[in-house]
């Protein structure tokens, strides 16, 4: 997920941008002197943290907590809530205007929903979401970035709070059969990014779809919980993650066109492609429902597995870019 800034000066709160995040270091995904394997040398305070995100969430260890109820989504009905879309070089980010929220789902308060991106591969066929599950890796993710109400939008207050953000992420998958711009809502939402083909572009967004059109045929009391990072530089330890077990269903056409539509930079610099940070130590993960019984053995082979994640885990994260 793709966000802020941790001494973000006021202009780059909401535009996270490889300058902007200049105030710590240049990041990037695909140039081996600032991908994410420097990320803990460019910006050690959080990237090298204990709680980094995104990770690989092994269903079957996943404990039960009946307090993650349903969530309330204010305004995701909206045909209007959505109010521009942007290339910020890093990824392509969609910005809310104010009045959407979400609450419940054992989130402490009501949080403002901001913005939402994606992370992707290389098409439909080299997939690229952020968090994987039992292994497999999706050809999308859409984060949405939500912020503690009480801050009043105030993101450099909500990344110091260790519940300050919380972010949803679902991932993208291909629609079954050969349909082709479909859904209608990606159809609407994709027409826009051959208006934002270079680095800095923003466009507004027309009325006509809403947040629920995009999230069409998830079942969103479904989902896993942990608590995580930013999943970009500076990575601050601030969010409490919830990742829908559903995909999203995009048409491969539709999925296609972030490979080949937006670009790093200028019209003569490369396509944007494996926007993505490499995994990192499992954390626990905590969901509704689960079929893994919790006695004694069982908790002890997931603290083993745990430990052994950990360790394999550190090591992936500076040795291993696949
Ligand atoms: C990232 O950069 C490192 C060197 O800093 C390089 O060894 C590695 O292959 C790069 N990874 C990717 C995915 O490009
Ligand atoms: C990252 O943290 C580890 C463990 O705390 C430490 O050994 C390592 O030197 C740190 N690396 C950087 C670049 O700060
Ligand atoms: C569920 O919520 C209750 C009341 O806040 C709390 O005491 C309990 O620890 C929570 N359960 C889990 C599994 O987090
Ligand atoms: C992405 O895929 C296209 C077409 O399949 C290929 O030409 C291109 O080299 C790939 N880019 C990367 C970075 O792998
Ligand atoms: C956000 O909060 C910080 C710390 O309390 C404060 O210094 C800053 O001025 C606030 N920013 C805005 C835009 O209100
Ligand atoms: C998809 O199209 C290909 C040829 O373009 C065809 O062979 C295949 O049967 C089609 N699949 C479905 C599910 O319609
Ligand atoms: C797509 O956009 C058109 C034109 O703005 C609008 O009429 C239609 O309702 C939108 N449909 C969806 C599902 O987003
Ligand atoms: C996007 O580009 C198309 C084609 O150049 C143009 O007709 C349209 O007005 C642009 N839309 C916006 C919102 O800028
Ligand atoms: C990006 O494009 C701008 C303007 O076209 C150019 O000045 C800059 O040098 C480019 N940056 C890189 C890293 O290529
Ligand atoms: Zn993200």
């Known amino acids: 997920m793709k966000w802020f800034v941790a001494a973000a000066f006021a202009m780059c709160v909401l535009t996270p941008t490889a300058h902007c995040a200049s105030s710590s270091s240049v990041w990037c995904y695909n140039l081996p002197s600032c991908n994410d394997s420097t990320w803990p040398k460019i910006s050690p305070q959080y990237c090298n943290g204990t709680r980094q995100s995104p990770i690989n969430i092994v269903s079957a260890s996943a404990t039960l907590n009946a307090n993650l109820t349903e969530f309330t989504f204010v305004n995701y009905d909206s045909k209007s809530a959505m109010k521009s879309i942007q290339n910020t070089g890093n990824t392509v980010k969609v910005t809310f205007n104010s009045g959407v929220q979400i609450s419940g789902g054992d989130l402490s308060e009501n949080y403002d929903s901001?913005?939402?991106?994606?992370?992707?591969?290389?098409?439909?066929?080299?997939?690229?979401?952020?968090?994987?599950?039992?292994?497999?890796?999706?050809?999308?993710?859409?984060?949405?970035?939500?912020?503690?109400?009480?801050?009043?939008?105030?993101?450099?207050?909500?990344?110091?709070?260790?519940?300050?953000?919380?972010?949803?992420?679902?991932?993208?998958?291909?629609?079954?059969?050969?349909?082709?711009?479909?859904?209608?809502?990606?159809?609407?939402?994709?027409?826009?990014?051959?208006?934002?083909?270079?680095?800095?572009?923003s466009v507004p967004i027309a009325a006509g779809f809403s947040l629920n059109d995009l999230l069409v045929g998830v079942d969103r009391s479904k989902y896993y919980r942990y608590l995580g990072s930013l999943t970009t530089p500076s990575c601050n330890e601030a969010v409490v993650w919830t990742v829908f077990k559903e995909p999203i269903k995009v048409s491969r056409d539709l999925i296609d066109l972030f490979s080949t539509t937006v670009r790093i930079n200028g019209s003569a610099s490369k396509h944007m492609t494996n926007v993505y940070r490499n995994l990192q130590p499992a954390q626990p993960v905590s969901t509704q429902n689960n079929s893994v019984t919790t006695n004694s053995a069982s908790t002890a082979c997931f603290s083993l597995g745990l430990l052994l994640s950990l360790a394999l885990g550190s090591l992936t994260q500076h040795w291993f870019n696949p």
Do not use: C
Request: a neutral charge.
């Open 114 to 201: 901001l913005q939402f991106h994606l992370h992707w591969g290389n098409g439909s066929s080299v997939p690229g979401s952020e968090h994987t599950v039992d292994g497999v890796r999706y050809p999308m993710e859409l984060h949405i970035v939500n912020s503690k109400s009480s801050y009043k939008g105030n993101t450099t207050q909500a990344i110091k709070d260790s519940t300050g953000l919380a972010a949803l992420g679902f991932f993208i998958e291909v629609m079954p059969g050969n349909s082709s711009g479909k859904p209608e809502s990606w159809y609407n939402l994709t027409s826009y990014l051959a208006n934002i083909t270079t680095k800095g572009q």
